[in-house]
């Protein structure tokens, strides 16, 4: 604001459309035009020197009204022209003070330039045409700017709290995230004796909530999990944190895997209803007997792959998945597990991978791939990325709408061809 005027004040003075003013009106003029240069010059430095007062913007508007209407009535036939600085300040006043502003510097400007056309006509056009249309235009004017100001103010103050809402949730889930991956994920830096782990995973999006698994050592079994909670992603990871000790717990307590998710289905039921389930697959491995005996809560069904035959056999006994009937009970399956056989666990993002034309993975793929990683690598962490690889390569630009879980399990034995 006051850079423009210092601009304006300075072209005035220099300007030859002014030099024919003679006499008083000149010298008064120059006058007024030297001390708003010298006051547009001198507010910069304040506002650097942070030397301000309360109701300063106020006062600057009110020194402004004053010195375009001083400068309208001392410039006679000239006057209309800068009277269009009316029209700047209540744009200036839309600004500071919003449609309120606006209105009453519009107000000021019309009482001020209407009082020098109605009492001084001969300085300026008749009272009429100042009436008739230069003040219900700076009114106009008013109305129109204070409006654009205020919905812009109204969009600022959206999307600032927009921003500020983001931020604290990106906050929780960043949280989460840490939690999820410290707890969830932690098994897959672990080494068990006597067998090979491949762990691969990728989450929907930025963050990885639903898919989860565990690997446990309990007595003389090792104990593998692999589920997916249902659900939206902050309840969702809140029962993936509940699920994992619970599992926890009830692998120490019970014998089998149909026991196991007897009492998870039975004590998770109250806070998974109304609109949650998990999906769970526990297995035994006995590595000791080269046994394994598997229950599945409708998960997608764990492969057993024969080392020797390259047969694949799928374990699908169990029955319907946690949270919907608190009395379910689950049948186990158990089979044999000698060394060099491979149980493959997986997530439905991995059958349910969708190709750019709509194709699904399916589970026949999951099958091909498990049997040629088996028949070409050497360890369970080469079959894990070698499935995940083409479940990425089959997907590749297609939607990504579930995590992806691939877990490979191992006995070892005798040493594989490479």
Known sequence: MAAFRLAFTLLVLLSPVFTPLQ??????????????????????????????????????????????????????????????????????????????????????AAVLYGSVAVHMPSVLEPAGEVLGWRIPLLF????????????????RARWQL??????????????????????????????WEGLEVGL????????????????MEVGDKIVVVIGDVAGTYSPGLK????????????????PGPGQVLTWLNRMLFPDLQPDQFVSLCCVYVNKHEGSLTCANAGHESPLL????????????RGGMVLGVMPDTTYEEQKAAFSPGDLLLLYTDGVTGATSPSGEE???????????????????????????FTEVGDFSRKGPRRDDVTVLAVRLVGAKQPV
């Open 23 to 108: 006499g008083w009106a000149m010298g008064e003029f120059r006058v007024s035009a030297i001390a708003a240069a010298i006051y547009s010059a001198a507010v910069p430095i304040l506002h650097w020197k942070r030397w301000g007062f309360r109701g300063q913007r106020y006062a600057t508007l009110a020194i402004d009204l004053l010195l375009v209407t001083m400068w309208v009535y001392l410039t006679s036939d000239y006057g209309p022209r800068l009277s269009s600085l009316y029209y700047g300040l209540v744009a200036v006043a839309a600004l500071w003070f919003g449609m309120t502003g606006a209105l009453a510097t519009a107000a000021s």
């Open 140 to 155: 106009l004017m008013a109305l129109l700017v204070g409006y654009m100001v205020e919905s812009q103010n109204r969009e």
């Open 162 to 191: 927009l921003e500020e809402e983001t931020g604290r949730y990106e906050q929780r889930r960043a949280l989460m995230q840490e939690v999820y991956e410290d707890i969830v994920l932690r098994p897959a830096g672990k080494e």
């Open 200 to 215: 691969r995973f990728r989450p929907a999006w930025r963050y990885g909530a639903g898919d989860y698994f565990d690997i």
């Open 239 to 254: 029962r993936v944190l509940q699920l994992k000790y619970s599992c926890l717990a009830a692998v120490h307590m019970f």
């Open 305 to 316: 792959v024969r080392a020797g035959s390259r047969e694949v056999e799928r374990l699908e």
């Open 361 to 387: 993975f399916g589970l026949r793929r999951v099958e091909l791939a498990a049997v040629s990683a088996l028949s070409l690598a050497a360890s369970a962490d080469k079959i894990a990325e070698s499935l």
